[in-house]
């Protein structure tokens, strides 16, 4: 996508934005609310970010003209930045959504709409130094660039050695593929490892999506989607055709077969990489649930063009399906979890089971449909 369009597109936003604000009408306790209140005028720019480009009102059944009287009413008695953010978690949440992210604050820190409840427990503490039934780890730290973490698994067989798997984990607000990453991966995937998990439980927003799907295909040009826009910013039904979304492959990662655990607070980019990667033949996705609902993000200036607010801004469908649906894995682990907050000793059947896919795909007794 050219820089030009990208400059033309955010004008035509500021633009509908402005005819929105001029033609809107609001009760008159409303306006003194927004004359005399910051963070209510805040929130009234990014709920009308919202009101001209997110495109899942259809799945969210809403009054959202109504919502937004109601939270401009809350925000005048908002004075803090910590009173702003849990406020503005509110109303995601009363918009069923939890792939919203916001700048606030001097030190324009991000902020993010409540993940799903998940009783798994967090990547980190599963891989790092970790001993268990099934693997221990070989590194002490992990190794990290970003946006990516790696350390590497030991299948313990019967006597007490085994073969190695690549761990690999996603940092979220990370904007663009360290050079030194794409240096990391070509040594993981060039190593003697019999495959690759990728964990990416509780992580949704991924602004390097998309920079990062080209590793896991082969070299040449792939339609990984199709997406779809809002047509009109007053029109919350009314979208425009959709259309290829392409990617120039590399071939780093395609030789490994590739295990992605997610779970409900998995969303966003994260979701919309996992729906798409979903349909390779050497991915497995592995959930003790499901995945959450995938997007392509949009995002606007808000506050003077100080911050920034990130939303769902593309529909996108694949050759199998939607990635707007929950994402439905090819091996539903039975496994309670054990809370983001559980002991580190305790077994993380998740990371198990993409494991056992793994041998399966190398001893080729499976093949994901």
Request: charged letters at 25%; a negative charge.
């Amino acid at each position: 996508m050219s820089r030009a369009f990208i400059i033309i597109q955010q004008l035509g936003t500021l633009l509908a934005l402005m005819l929105f604000c001029a033609c809107s009408d609001l009760p008159d306790d409303v306006d003194v609310i927004l004359e005399k209140n910051r963070y209510a005028r805040q929130f009234d720019e990014i709920w009308q970010a919202l009101n001209s480009e997110y495109i899942f009102f259809e799945e969210a059944n809403v009054d959202f003209d109504e919502l937004r009287v109601t939270y401009i009413k809350k925000m005048s008695k908002v004075y803090k930045d910590k009173q702003f953010v849990r406020v503005l978690q509110d109303f995601c949440e009363e918009l069923g959504e939890q792939d919203i992210r916001f700048q606030l604050g001097s030190n324009h820190s991000f902020y993010a709409a409540r993940p799903a409840a998940t009783n798994d427990i967090i990547a980190k503490r599963s891989g790092l130094s970790y001993y268990s039934r099934y693997y221990r780890s070989l590194q002490e730290e992990y190794v990290t660039k970003r946006p990516c973490s790696f350390n590497t698994l030991i299948r313990i067989d019967g006597n007490g050695s085994g073969k190695p798997y690549g761990l690999m984990l996603v940092e979220e607000y990370v904007y663009e593929l360290s050079a030194s990453l794409d240096t990391c991966l070509r040594e993981f995937a060039s190593s003697d490892l019999c495959g690759v998990v990728l964990d990416i439980r509780g992580q949704s927003y991924f602004p390097s999506a998309q920079d990062f799907l080209p590793y896991f295909y082969e070299r040449g040009k792939h339609t990984v989607c199709k997406n779809a826009q809002r047509l009109l910013p007053n029109s919350h039904s009314s979208f425009t055709p959709y259309v290829n979304y392409n990617i120039e492959g590399n071939g780093v990662l395609t030789r490994l077969p590739i295990a992605i655990i997610v779970n409900e607070a998995t969303g966003g980019e994260l979701s919309w990489m996992a729906h798409i990667l979903s349909e390779r033949s050497n991915v497995a996705i592995i959930s003790r649930a499901y995945g959450g609902r995938g997007s392509h993000h949009k995002w606007q200036y808000y506050n003077d063009n100080k911050d920034v607010v990130t939303y769902p801004g593309f529909r996108s469908t694949t050759k199998h399906g939607v990635c707007y649906e929950p994402l439905q894995p090819d091996f539903r682990v039975n496994w309670e979890g054990n809370g983001q907050d559980g002991n580190e000793y305790d077994e993380d059947m998740c990371l198990v089971t993409a494991l056992d896919f793994i041998d399966m795909y190398n001893a080729d007794t499976y093949r994901p449909q």
